[in-house]
């Protein structure tokens, strides 16, 4: 492909860019036995302030990864399991509630780190004119492919 040749967004160019960047997490949550969804309930928790229903964070989960609420809801009984989360007393007219541990936090805000540190590493010396438009463009895309997922949810 010759420099003029213009490169073409699509999902393809989309899913190889996220799993490039990704890779540098997935190697990291392997060291310590922490699973892509376990990290982004961390997250959603961490989000609320530490502090957030079950159903929040399930939500966040099943709207974001696009996974069903069995498989979100397993992910908070995990992290429950491991101790990184703590589940605490519902509040009057709410479900369930969990806080981060002191070892959630730890590695709510270790892996934080890290993507903050490989931030630098994958779109440092991009100009940010360009990181502008790709930030229009992708959240665009994001808006329809989630337009077009809930619109076609009852087909497959």
């Given at each position: 492909m010759s420099s003029t040749t213009p490169i073409l967004l699509n999902s393809r160019l989309?899913?190889?860019?996220?799993?490039?960047?990704?890779?540098?997490l997935d190697r990291e949550l392997s060291r310590t036995g922490t699973t892509f969804h376990q990290s982004m309930a961390l997250n959603a928790t961490a989000a609320e302030g530490g502090?957030?229903?079950?159903s929040r964070i399930v939500?966040?989960?099943t709207s974001t990864l696009k996974i069903d609420g069995a498989t979100a809801r397993d992910t908070v009984a995990e992290l429950l399991a491991t101790e990184l989360l703590e589940p605490l007393e519902p509040l009057p007219g709410q479900g369930p509630r969990v806080a981060l541990t002191e070892a959630g936090r730890a590695e709510q805000s270790r892996l934080a780190a890290v993507a903050t540190e490989f931030g630098p590493l994958?779109?440092?010396?991009?100009?940010?004119a360009d990181l502008a438009v790709a930030g229009r463009v992708l959240t665009e895309v994001i808006a329809r492919a989630n337009a077009a997922y809930a619109r076609t949810a009852d087909r497959y």
């Amino acid at each position: 492909m010759s420099s003029t040749t213009p490169i073409l967004l699509n999902s393809r160019l989309i899913g190889r860019a996220h799993y490039a960047a990704r890779a540098l997490l997935d190697r990291e949550l392997s060291r310590t036995g922490t699973t892509f969804h376990q990290s982004m309930a961390l997250n959603a928790t961490a989000a609320e302030g530490g502090t957030a229903g079950t159903s929040r964070i399930v939500e966040s989960l099943t709207s974001t990864l696009k996974i069903d609420g069995a498989t979100a809801r397993d992910t908070v009984a995990e992290l429950l399991a491991t101790e990184l989360l703590e589940p605490l007393e519902p509040l009057p007219g709410q479900g369930p509630r969990v806080a981060l541990t002191e070892a959630g936090r730890a590695e709510q805000s270790r892996l934080a780190a890290v993507a903050t540190e490989f931030g630098p590493l994958v779109y440092g010396g991009i100009p940010e004119a360009d990181l502008a438009v790709a930030g229009r463009v992708l959240t665009e895309v994001i808006a329809r492919a989630n337009a077009a997922y809930a619109r076609t949810a009852d087909r497959y």
